[in-house]
């Protein structure tokens, strides 16, 4: 079994910056591919990022491309997305996710293993 904490969320004003971050435990960490969803209220939960296993792949959604980065570091079992320019639209609950096997890491149905979310509010 996995362990996810995602952590970092808050409150900004649009055209702000956070950055999450998301603990695992329970499995070598290097050996998962790992991603952020989000959903907002009243949608379905969509894609953000994802990551390979060495970190040497990165995929965005279109709508976070060039203003989100996502990260990890295997050594801390960490995996982080830093997001600048924040928008009102980036409101939701944000969640990390992992897989050790997959085919296409935007699938939310590749992963395995979920967090619990942390909120992200952006005021206009």
């Known amino acids: 079994q996995v362990q996810l904490i995602e952590s970092g969320g808050g409150l900004v004003q649009a055209g702000g910056s956070l950055r999450l971050s998301c603990a695992a435990s329970?499995?070598?960490?290097?050996?998962?591919?790992m991603g952020w969803f989000r959903q907002a209220p009243g949608k379905e939960r969509e894609f953000v990022a994802a990551?390979?296993?060495?970190?040497?792949?990165?995929y965005y959604a279109d709508s976070v491309t060039g203003r989100f980065t996502i990260s990890r570091d295997n050594a801390k079992n960490t995996m982080y997305l830093q997001m600048n320019s924040l928008k009102p639209e980036d409101t939701a609950v944000y969640y990390c996710?992992?897989?050790?096997?997959?085919?296409?890491?935007?699938?939310?149905?590749?992963?395995?293993?979920w967090g619990q979310g942390t909120q992200v509010t952006a005021s206009s």
């Open positions: 990551i390979t296993r060495s970190g040497g792949s990165t």
């Open positions: 996710a992992a897989t050790p096997y997959y085919r296409d890491l935007r699938n939310s149905d590749e992963y395995n293993y």
């Open positions: 329970g499995r070598t960490f290097s050996n998962l591919a």
